[in-house]
């Protein structure tokens, strides 16, 4: 995660433009004024470490994001969308504590295989770059396109990860949930069943 890209500054933002952009996102993002608790997480972390000239120093000189996020509050975010999400679309006769209890056991599944794939890519483009010599010396415009690609597969592999974790969290949270409620179990199959079939790729 790039936290200028996050709140929206370049890197040369002074904290004057940071607070402002920082103010900006939040009323954009904030789950009080109907936006995604997820975002508004990030936007939290982002400004947490810019705020910081020692953190946002350490980032500028190496990149390396030292808290990309934080988990907890990432998966309280994550789930609370999730029920948000589900209530708008799950039928009162299906439990819903066990219908998200699976379907995000179905998300961990399917991004863990998502990642594992991102991974194989990864290594195969390290090791084609390695393979492009430009003979004459100079920039190598092979791998600088291939960097490129390094660069985003990273990116997108972090934040594969910490979805996995917020996720698998988020399953850990639900244990203290029952429902009460009269469930139609053949319901709730049907509905879980429907999601497989759709690739199970969202609530």
Known sequence: MNPYEVLGVPRDADQNDIKAAFRRMSR?????????PAEMAKVNVAYE????PKRRARYDATGNFERV????TLSQAYLMQAISDSLD????N???VTFLREAIAQQVRLG???VASKRAKLEGLEK????FVRKSGGDNLFSQVIDQKLVGLRAG????DNTIMAAERALEILVDYKFDGSSDPMALQRMLFSRAVMGGTTL
Request: proline content about 6%; cysteine-free.
């Open 128 to 131: 084609r770059r390695a393979k």
């Open 49 to 52: 470490m810019l705020s910081d």
């Open 89 to 92: 679309k799950i039928p009162e």
């Open 69 to 72: 996020v934080d988990i907890e």
């Open 112 to 114: 863990k295989q998502e």
């Open 157 to 160: 592999l972090e934040q594969d």
């Open 94 to 96: 299906i439990n819903l």
């Open 28 to 36: 954009k993002h904030h789950p009080d004024k109907g936006g995604d």
